[in-house]
């Protein structure tokens, strides 16, 4: 077991350009979750799939904002027409349904818009 | 929506010193209670969960408890030692998403 992955772990972009992520969740995990963190607070939460369906979206995610996990395994995260206020920590974790509700964390994408 | 509030924002302590951190939520119907470790850059690491109907765990040096009427949850580490340094965060489960304190900083001194 690898834990959870992402990919990148850096990105540096310029305004305007649009960013993709990728998570990779712990093999038998059918929950994933997309975080964002900021500088001295704690991480909010964005969405979650279980398998391949989306089934909550927090009011932060705009709609420049989009996040696919199309087998019910890898997801991706998309943000279009990225804003300085985009800069953060995207934190992906994924969860066992029917286990006992932890959650488990990826090292984090950290994005730069310049 | 669930707020967690952590308490001190910030704590230095010296070397085998036993401390606790503090955290309280507002809506007690929650699922689950978590704590992690984060060190400055990287992911969050989970170190302790208790369910709605535990009132505690263990693991090595950490205690967690859990005061669900009262709202709040401890973390007790005992004997710290530097490698305890990081920030400590708490999160509340209301059924799927995770919401957060902003965490104690905790650096333990040689």
């Known amino acids: 077991d690898t834990g959870v992955s992402q990919d990148p772990r850096h990105k540096i972009t310029k305004r305007g350009q649009n960013v993709t992520f990728r998570c990779d969740p712990i093999s038998e995990h059918n929950r994933l979750y997309w975080y964002r963190q900021t500088l001295g607070q704690g991480p909010e939460f964005l969405t979650y799939?279980?398998?391949?369906?989306?089934?909550?979206k927090s009011r932060l995610l705009s709609d420049r904002f989009s996040a696919e996990r199309p087998k019910g395994s890898f997801s991706t995260l998309e943000i279009q027409r990225t804003e300085q206020g985009d800069s953060a920590m995207y934190l992906c974790?994924?969860?066992?349904?029917?286990?006992?509700?932890?959650?488990?964390f990826g090292p984090g994408t950290r994005l730069t818009v310049l | 929506k669930q707020e967690v509030t952590q308490i001190p924002a910030a704590l230095s302590v010296p070397e085998g010193e036993n401390l606790v951190l503090n955290c309280s939520f507002t809506d007690s119907a929650i699922y689950n209670l978590q704590w992690f470790r984060q060190d400055p850059g990287k992911g969050l690491t989970s170190l302790l969960l208790?369910?709605?109907?535990?009132r505690e765990q263990t693991s090595g040096r950490l205690n967690a408890s859990l005061d669900k009427s009262s709202g709040r949850s401890t973390l007790y580490i005992a004997a710290s030692q530097p490698g305890d340094s990081a920030t400590y965060l708490c999160?509340?489960?209301?059924?799927?998403?995770?919401?957060f304190g902003k965490g104690t900083s905790l650096l333990v001194t040689p």
């Open positions: 799939f279980q398998n391949e369906a989306q089934l909550e």
């Open positions: 999160a509340g489960d209301s059924g799927y998403a995770l919401n």
């Open positions: 974790a994924s969860s066992l349904v029917g286990g006992p509700g932890e959650q488990f």
């Open positions: 208790i369910q709605s109907s535990q």
